[in-house]
């Protein structure tokens, strides 16, 4: 249980963060993770909307870290796999397919991919524990 809870701190952590990073100064991030010099009002209104998603996230995490016992937790922590995933996945290809690469693109990368990993393995865990517990 204290996996997943750690687990759930450092995605709030850092989802909250980047999230208000967007909110706050969405042409720095997406010049620092992508290249984008001069992203347009579309792509800046867009990186916006992902921020306050993002800050969603953090604030879900959050709620959801003292919740050891509750489904709920089980099915937020499925919903942050298939996140880091895909993030994981659609920064590599923007990166490697579109060339759209700035200083923060790889560790980015490699972080949603850290997290994929210690999400599943904190899914695996509870349902180890689950199924070790049924009669």
Request: with cysteine.
């Amino acid at each position: 249980m204290k996996q997943r809870k750690l687990f759930l701190v450092v995605t709030a952590a850092s989802e909250s963060a980047m999230g208000i990073a967007l909110l706050a100064a969405p042409a720095v991030v997406l010049k620092e993770l992508l290249g984008a010099s001069q992203p347009g009002a579309q792509t800046l209104a867009t990186a916006q909307i992902a921020g306050a998603a993002l800050v969603a996230l953090g604030i879900s995490c959050c709620l959801a870290r003292k919740d050891d016992s509750a489904p709920s937790q089980t099915g937020l922590l499925c919903g942050m796999l298939f996140y880091d995933v895909a993030a994981a996945l659609l920064l590599a290809l923007a990166g490697i397919r579109w060339q759209l690469v700035g200083i923060a693109l790889w560790p980015a990368v490699a972080l949603h991919s850290a997290l994929g990993v210690w999400c599943l393995a904190c899914i695996a865990i509870r349902s180890n524990r689950s199924s070790a517990t049924s009669p």
